[in-house]
């Protein structure tokens, strides 16, 4: 029969899956013998059957029963003897989820008991305050009564005594707020806060496991992709207590700078605190290093267990600790989460300190928080002329945004899907508030750290946030703010600079990111590991910087359509679509060709000799005609013709499903003139460079193939024109593979082409018969109905799609085993769809620029 409960010196690190990562991390530092408070962990198991059958198993009772006992010997406490235990409640999943489940401190207290703490402790003060937070905490946690029906009510008194800091209440008037803290519970839940013990426990056991599925921990699990079926740990600890008077206090430290990577213990703390008072950001902490000057023994002790930790995970750690007079206490330790600008410092560095091999290095780095380093910032100049509104903040994720100020996470959201960009300011960020944190571009409070919870959150998110900015003063009711030179409202626009912690009025300027030396290091062991290469999708001349500069090999997919747009061109392609014979068609395309010969000389002076596959046009015509009305009339006038012809015109082009329709290649069986100008002006502006040196290598790709013929016909017409250039360029003809019908004849196909590329968005939208422009629709739907576990457009299906791939990659090769074959379209760049493109004899993806470092980051992962 399996086991439900573990104390924590069964238990071991490997044991995650069912202690979660909290518990399993208690357990490995117990064994590593360092100064744990004693506890025990009842499982994710246990969790997962109480889901399911809504209530507490008899195993798990009696067990927790054993576990209470053997916990009452090793601490020689219990909750009714005179030395008395207290525990904590945490929850703890497989995977961290800050801020999302909660947790419950003191539980144990009732009226009897706080009594007993004050003799003990000979601080009555102390023992009503553990308990004012345990009526707060429990009620909350346990029985959802809202956080305000006791905050208004404890900041009005403070008030009304002219208490500053809680630190200043006295006995007397904790127990006067504890005593309405108990009415809170007759009025909001018409009950009473339970005085036994083991009642409290029990409920607090099952709120835990119950907050596995309350709407917050739901999106929080979306949003990183972790599974809804795994469940959370719980974790009871004894306490010990950092609010036992000034020799006492609680903290937080990363083992290095979160932040920025910087190799420094990094956090804070509070002296006569408990643990909440630094995450919740209430107080403002003091820098780690003044322990040193306030307890050197305890902050020496600290230092000594975050070496060994440090060393013991090979991992930066984010510690929690308690000091109870004098006397260190590490409460839990796991991997630190980070901006991207530290990880990637923190994985060079451990590298380089012979902690991490280069792969080991690669495998920490999140191909999610690449993203974040790309990031803009905002312009030096710009910066130097905006006015600053706030300068105290702490820079607690990087990142640069503007937006319109907002006080709520309701109107965060509202604002956000209206289309606007908003930035929540607040006092501080509840888990409550996650919506409105997504919804924002930024995050800024007037409270809290650099590990408060909005600090914590915005970094997991790679979200730009300011925290502590104690100069601004927020009125939520009338949504203002006052700064210490003017006020703003709800609306006004702001910029928040993540780097610095400063707030400007109005919008500022932005400039793209700069890369570190880490960066680039990092990155160039990427690519030393990757078998992928990764190319870029791209046509314009700042998206090829921009690739090449995120590390692109080559071009995968140059969509020419692009170089049909701007006002001549567009004149010059209506004309061509409305020309009644070769002769009225050759002559349109005539003037395109000089507006494409021009944009391939930039295109293939950029990429060099970098291979660069041109994708010949390939949307239907019905793009390039006008739609309105009045639009119509202009286009008439420009091209001579009268509004009816035209309009017959539009009307003959309309297609009922156009993107079954006479497009991609069908497009040039029809009109080879098309593809005949494309090549032309391809290959005679390369030619051009190469006789300034440049030797480029177009790769020409005929999209939406289906047919053999239909690729064989297109190449003899390329072919042909070519050969009628005198050029003395090279060059490769291949075809896109986005039809089921090509890949189940990829053998065939590939005799007769240089090399494939999957089109992927196209080949979905066909194998689905799912539109990929009103996917959108439903697609959430089947997600939620479980009838699909992805969206098939944004990852790799792998048991169809990836079938279908498979086969067409292994019939190509059986024929020609040097045909280069890449992945073009979305799924390029996604790391999870990557991650399959490895298992097979594909020789690169491409993608978006932006999306280049994530997909060699991803390539380099791939197993
Ligand atoms: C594709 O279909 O995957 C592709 C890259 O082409 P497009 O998105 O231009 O149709
Ligand atoms: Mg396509």
Redesign the pocket.
């Known amino acids: 029969m399996s086991k439900f409960i573990y104390a924590f010196e069964e238990g071991q690190q490997s044991m995650k899956d069912l202690l979660g990562g909290k518990g399993a991390n208690l357990s490995e530092m117990m064994r590593l013998g360092l100064p744990v408070p004693n506890g025990f962990t009842i499982t994710t198991e246990a969790c997962i059957q109480y889901l399911e059958n809504g209530g507490l198993s008899d195993q798990v009772k009696s067990e927790l029963e054993e576990q209470l006992q053997s916990l009452f010997k090793k601490t020689e406490k219990s909750f009714s003897n005179d030395a008395l235990l207290l525990v904590s409640v945490r929850s703890g999943a497989k995977i961290s989820m800050p801020g999302m489940m909660d947790t419950i401190l003191n539980l144990g207290l009732n009226d009897d008991n706080v009594v007993k703490l004050a003799n003990n402790t000979n601080d009555e003060r102390f023992a009503y305050d553990c308990y004012r937070r345990l009526l707060q905490m429990f009620g909350q946690v346990v029985y959802e009564i809202p956080m305000h029906a006791f905050e208004s009510y404890f900041n009005d008194y403070k008030k009304k005594k002219g208490y500053t800091s809680d630190a200043d209440i006295p006995a007397e008037d904790l127990k006067e707020i504890c005593e309405h803290f108990k009415e809170v519970y007759m009025e909001e839940v018409y009950k009473p806060f339970p005085q036994e013990p083991l009642e409290q426990l029990n409920e607090a056991i099952e709120a835990v496991f119950k907050s596995w599925n309350n709407d917050r921990a739901r999106i929080y699990r979306e949003l990183n992709e972790i599974p809804h079926d795994i469940g959370t740990a719980v974790n009871v600890q004894e306490m010990v207590f950092g609010n036992s008077g000034d020799k006492s206090g609680t903290g937080v430290a990363f083992t290095r700078n979160p932040s920025t990577g910087e190799n420094k213990l990094y956090g804070e703390y509070l002296l006569n605190a408990q643990g909440e008072d630094v995450v919740a950001g209430i107080r403002t902490p003091k820098e780690i290093e003044t322990l040193n000057t306030q307890m050197p023994a305890v902050y020496q002790a600290f230092v000594d267990v975050t070496h060994k930790l440090e060393e013991h995970y090979h991992d930066m750690q984010d510690i929690e600790f308690t000091i109870e007079d004098e006397k260190l206490f590490i409460l839990q330790t796991r991997n630190g989460k980070r901006t991207a600008k530290a990880a990637m410092k923190i994985a060079v560095d451990m590298v380089e300190e012979g902690v991490l091999t280069k792969e080991e290095a690669i495998s920490k780095v999140e191909t999610k928080s690449i993203d974040q380093l790309l990031h803009p910032a905002f312009e030096a100049q710009a910066l130097e002329d905006a006015e600053v509104i706030s300068q105290i903040g702490l820079p607690a994720s990087p990142g640069a945004a503007t937006g319109k100020v907002v006080f709520t996470a309701a109107d965060a959201k509202k604002h956000a899907e209206a289309g606007e960009k908003v930035i929540l300011v607040r006092p501080e960020t509840s888990p409550e508030d996650i919506e409105g944190m997504i919804a924002s571009e930024a995050i800024v409070t007037t409270h809290g750290g650099m590990t408060s919870h909005a600090a914590v959150v915005a970094r997991g998110m790679g979200k730009c946030c300011v925290t502590g900015c104690s100069d601004l003063d927020i009125d939520t009711k009338n949504k203002t703010v006052k700064f210490p030179s003017g006020e703003l409202a709800e609306g006004d626009i702001i910029s928040v600079d993540g780097a610095t912690g400063r707030i400007y009025h109005g919008e500022v300027k932005t400039t793209n990111a700069e890369h570190s030396t880490e960066f680039e290091q990092f990155m160039s062991w990427t690519d030393e590991v990757a078998r992928l290469n990764v190319r870029m999708?791209a046509e314009t001349e700042q998206d090829i910087a921009a690739g090449y500069e995120f590390g692109a090999t080559g071009i995968g997919?140059v969509?020419t359509?692009h170089m049909f747009f701007g006002e001549e061109r567009l004149i010059q392609m209506r004309r061509f679509i409305i020309a009644s014979n070769h002769e009225e068609r050759v002559a349109a395309l005539d003037e395109l060709k000089k507006y494409q010969a021009e944009d391939f000389e930039k295109i293939f002076r950029l990429s060099g000799e970098r291979p660069t596959i041109v994708?010949l046009l390939?949307?239907p015509l019905h793009e390039f005609v006008p739609k309105e009305r009045e639009e119509i009339e202009v286009v008439a006038s420009q091209l001579g013709l009268t509004v009816e012809k035209l309009e017959r015109r539009i009307l003959e082009l309309q297609e009922v499903n156009p993107m079954l329709g006479h497009r991609g290649c069908r497009l040039a069986i029809t009109y080879p003139e098309l593809y005949e100008m494309q090549v032309e002006a391809m290959m005679t502006s390369i030619q051009k460079l190469k006789d300034e040196g440049i030797n480029c290598r177009p790769e020409i790709m005929i999209?939406l193939v289906s047919t053999i013929k239909e690729f064989t016909i297109l190449k003899e017409t390329i072919v042909n024109k070519i050969n009628e250039l005198n050029v003395t360029v090279e060059y490769k003809i291949g075809t896109?593979i986005?039809t089921p019908r090509a890949c189940l004849i990829a053998g065939e196909l590939a005799e007769v082409c240089d090399f494939f590329?999957?089109?992927?968005?196209?080949?979905?939208?066909l194998t689905y018969g799912f539109s990929?422009d009103d996917a959108g629709k439903f697609i959430n739907d089947y997600i939620d109905g479980d009838i699909l576990a992805i969206d098939p457009f944004q990852t790799l299906d792998v048991e169809g799609i990836g079938r279908l791939i498979k086969m067409a990659v292994e019939q190509a090769k059986a024929v020609k085993s040097d045909i280069k074959i890449g992945v073009?379209?979305?799924?390029g760049g996604d790391p999870k769809s990557i991650n399959y493109f490895n298992t097979l004899a594909i020789d690169y993806v491409s993608c978006s620029p932006y999306r280049v470092p994530g997909a060699r980051l991803a390539a380099a992962q791939s197993k």
């Not at 073009?824 to 799924?827: P, V």
């Open positions: 999708n997919l969509r359509e994708r390939d949307p999209p896109m986005e590329s999957f089109g992927t968005n196209d080949l979905t939208q990929r073009c379209g979305e799924l």
